[in-house]
């Protein structure tokens, strides 16, 4: 053997050897798999089935209102854990700093992504939609969307009670920290067209209106036929007095005073449920490079990056 290709037998262990060496320490990708979730995560297979389980108490908990079947969809759902905003920006490289997640629903495919070191509640929030646009597709205003999404997700969902509608402290801090938005906008407005600060408002008002409807049965059939209204072509301002008998800005002096209270929630025994048959698999150590590769090219978003995707393909 010549010294040259001796040489290059040595460089090229030693690059196969840190190769070796760099995948102990990349995260795994992990795959479970359910009748109804698809769940990628980059953590541990322990961390993989539990959050899966949960995510399945949290699916019966929120069908009975809705007055949904108990039935598995007919296509699992696809959610991407990863691990910290890096993850997420691998597939959306203009995801908003403050997004501890997001859902995407376009004509390729519908799926979650979300870190695993964030709340999991973001979580809950995005599988709101997700039951709410696969199972009414009909309009329905931007508040509404994000305050039951925001109302539910504050759910407690163990083997032996289930407790739904906390008191989201966040969102009254928010609301006694900043100004809040003219009931005609909030009513009015989409959940993602304004900054920061009034998307937080935005959310906290969507939320409290939420709650203040739901905890009361009367309220309930307002919302229903408010809903009703909007659905069947009304204005979501113009349908608020015909079916609260109130105002805008009476409502909004109600919400006022509602915030200053005692917020109820509800409290009831889990049901009994099967257990969640599934399977979770190791990906092959390559996802690590090429998985949210894959994702970014199935699931486009927003921005031109293709000069971007073609570089790093």
Do not use: C
């Amino acid at each position: 053997m010549s010294h040259v290709s001796r040489a290059f037998i040595a460089v090229l262990t030693l690059a196969l050897a840190g190769l070796a060496l760099l995948g102990v320490a990349l995260a795994e990708w992990r795959k479970a798999t359910t009748d109804r979730f698809v769940i990628y995560s980059e953590g541990s297979e322990a961390d993989l089935r539990e959050r899966t389980e949960r995510l399945h108490r949290f699916d019966l908990l929120i069908r009975a209102p809705f007055g949904l079947p108990d039935a598995a969809p007919p296509r699992p759902l696809t959610i991407i854990l990863s691990d910290g905003r890096r993850g997420m920006e691998e597939v959306w490289p203009g995801v908003p700093e403050n997004a501890g997640g997001y859902y995407s629903s376009t004509e390729h495919d519908i799926y979650a992504t979300l870190t695993r070191q964030g709340n999991e509640d973001t979580l809950l929030h995005e599988y709101v939609h997700h039951v709410m646009r696969q199972n009414f597709p009909v309009a329905a205003p931007a508040w509404f969307t994000e305050g039951v999404a925001n109302y539910y997700m504050t759910a407690k969902v163990d083997d032996r009670e289930t407790r739904v509608g906390y008191r989201d402290d966040w969102r009254i801090a928010t609301l006694n920290q900043y100004s809040w938005m003219p009931i005609e906008t909030m009513l009015t407005r989409r959940a993602l067209s304004a900054n920061r600060e009034q998307m937080a408002v935005f959310y906290a008002q969507s939320w409290l209106l939420t709650h203040y409807l739901l905890s009361d049965p009367t309220r309930l059939k307002q919302l229903e036929a408010y809903l009703a209204a909007v659905a069947g072509g009304a204005g979501s301002l113009d349908a608020v007095q015909p079916a609260f008998g109130v105002t805008p800005r009476e409502l909004e002096t109600a919400l006022r005073r509602y915030r200053m209270g005692t917020m109820q929630y509800a409290v009831y025994p889990t049901p009994p449920s099967p257990p969640v048959q599934m399977t979770v698999e190791t990906l092959s150590p390559s996802a690590d490079a090429l998985f949210a590769l894959y994702i970014r090219l199935n699931y486009p978003q927003r921005g031109p990056d293709n000069a971007e995707v073609l570089a790093r393909v």
